[in-house]
């Protein structure tokens, strides 16, 4: 038997090693920069200086103070498109797989008139731990990869020469970020000194960078901070309840005094009408013949979708004379479910659509205009009517497309693959949620939360945590009250995984049951992975459906399990779906099911991997799913994946996940013809949806004048 192979995980020190403020916006909103009026903004976006901190010497930053100078006089640089993630930019290897610090810098100026207002700077997101500076001083300090963050810039600014904004960003995941992830050392002689990996089990690639676009913006010194809007119905009439938050500058510190400043709102229409007005901070307007926010296939008419009338907001400081102005996009619509259904504005919705990711080759998952906008084109070429934010909140730019469109949409938190359960994790898990219902809770096209997807919930430990977790969800919900669901993946499949590391486990122990690191180490995974329960879980398992509203399951059948055979899929999905709602009596999504496929791959009889599989392995869920909806609570499907998607090396990745009916370059499979035959099928079944004309033309039979030929 060769060399032994010592495995230790820890949590790599420097991982986190700047303490982390996530709390890193000074007042309580986070809206987004809008010039107005009273406002005005910058992008910072475009081509920034970037290195990377040596693999070996991840603090040599923060020790040689590189935030102190221009980025190019501590060592060579390269250019780095933001938003964008770092890993596919350049031919350089070392960044793809880097893990640590990353650092970036560029200039910038401000106006002169910048000097009587307050000045902001803003971050639609950077993955992970983000550190920024400007002149050298530390702003703000966040973690999170997947929300944006903002601080006020109140003293160093310049306005009659250059400034300098350098950020550092580190990519490293522990077992208490979200998502988690874990650093193992390799110790073997067969590895370099100090050779060590990023581990982590969700299925998509740790993409890194400064994701999302970069803002400085302007306020008066007396601004509005935060606006809270809910809406109901009541016959032909709308109406919207709001609350202002406005914060004002007293002797050098902020305060939130609503009554101390004037706030007038006025609702428009979209011919800039005023259909309704109000005065105060806090109040209702009343909108006659309300015209009511719709998803796009529950109207015959796409321009009777998604109606938003504009809410302006106006703040008044008496003392210093200054106003405010801030436009909020709002969607008067209803949300409720029962045991059976889900509805919106008292009619049943059914979910057609997805489950996605923000990937994009060379990209990753920095925010691009021209993928939005054809991802949402294709989504709607479909006759999808809604996806789930998958495994994280999507960019706010995202969100505006899905309520302009009138795509629904089940707003994910980034806790993947959740296990440990421990009280630090529970503090970041909390914390994100909260950042993701500051940020989303005025969307009309946001109708859940998700908590978790694929957590370990069969776990004790799961059942106390996730029942902290959703009621802390509903408390900051509670004026607009949305479901909340936890997608669960804890079934047949979990068996597989559970035997392969108790055997794995085994031999570890037997071979290297002599090293203290390799016991240690298999304590440590008793925490996450006990090896021990190796059965399978299904729903009288799990710990965690009982506290939530609607559920949803992920399940992979004929895939994962039963590899193949897809004439077990209708029986499998039909008994797993009616298992958990006899159990729990709720609604139920199958938010994940799909089949792994190579574009251009073709064999007949089908065989797994090519167009015929995933096509017939599609046909056969379709037949489950119509006879839950006639016989079950099955309120949605969401097929895995909208498209292919990049992910960390492995012998069972082809270049990433394969399970899009599109490819990674947004291209049909063979799938995608079909499932838009469905789901446009579905959408005139239940609400009169017109067909596209080139798919009733589609039918390869034509009716034609019988010709008599009489040359003879």
Known sequence: MGTAT????????????????????????????????????????????????????????????WYSQPLKQTGETDLMPVPSSYNDVTQKKVYRDHIGWAWYDRAFRIPQQWQDRRVFVRFGAANYHSIVYVNGQKVVEHAGGALPFLAELKTGLKYTEENRITVAINNTLTRETLPQGSVVWQTSARFPDGYFTLNYDFDFFNYAGIHRSVFLYTTPKTYIDDIDVTSRVVGTTGYVSYAIRAVEEVINSVRSNPQAVGVTVELHDQEGNVVGNAVGSSGEIAVSNAKLWWPFTMVENDKDAAYLYTLVVTSFDTGSNERDVYRLKVGIRTISWTEKQFLINDKPFYFRGFGRHEDFDIRGKGIDNVMLVKDHNLIKWVGANSYRTSHYPYAEEIMDLTDRLGIVIIDEVPAVSTDGFSAGLLVNHKQQLKELIQRDKNRASVVMWSVSNEPRSDYAESEAYFKEVISYTRDLDSKHKRPITLVSNRGATDKFVRILLFYLTLQLICMYLTFRDVIEWTRSLDNTRPVTCVVAVDFSRDTTAQFVDILAINRYFSW??????????????????????????????????????????????????????????????FKAFDYLRANSSLIGEHIWNF?????????????????????????????????????????????????????????????????????H
């Open 643 to 711: 498209a292919d998607f990049m992910t960390a090396q492995g012998i069972t990745r082809i270049l990433g996940n394969r399970k899009g009916i599109f490819t990674r370059e947004r291209q049909p499979k063979s799938s995608a013809h079909l499932l838009r035959y469905r789901f446009h099928l579905l959408a005139a079944e239940s609400d009169n949806y017109p067909i596209p004309q080139d798919l009733i033309e589609n039918i390869p039979v034509y009716k034609t004048d019988k010709v008599v030929h009489d040359e």
């Open 6 to 65: 010592a495995i230790v995980t820890v949590v790599l020190i420097f991982a986190l090693g700047k303490s982390p403020d996530t709390g890193a916006q000074e007042s309580g909103g986070i809206l987004y920069p809008q010039d107005s009026e009273s406002r005005e903004v910058k992008s910072l976006d475009g081509i920034w200086n970037f290195r990377v901190a040596p693999r070996h010497q991840p603090e040599l930053g923060f020790q040689q103070a």
């Open 560 to 621: 994962y399990s039963d590899t193949g055979h897809t004439e077990v899929i209708q029986e499998s999905i039909t008994l797993d779906v009616e298992n958990w709602v006899r159990t729990h009596k709720k609604p139920i999504i199958v938010a994940e099911y799909g089949a792994d496929t190579i574009a251009g791959f073709h064999q007949s009889p089908d065989f797994v991997f090519t167009e015929e599989y995933q096509t017939n392995f599609m046909k056969e869920h």
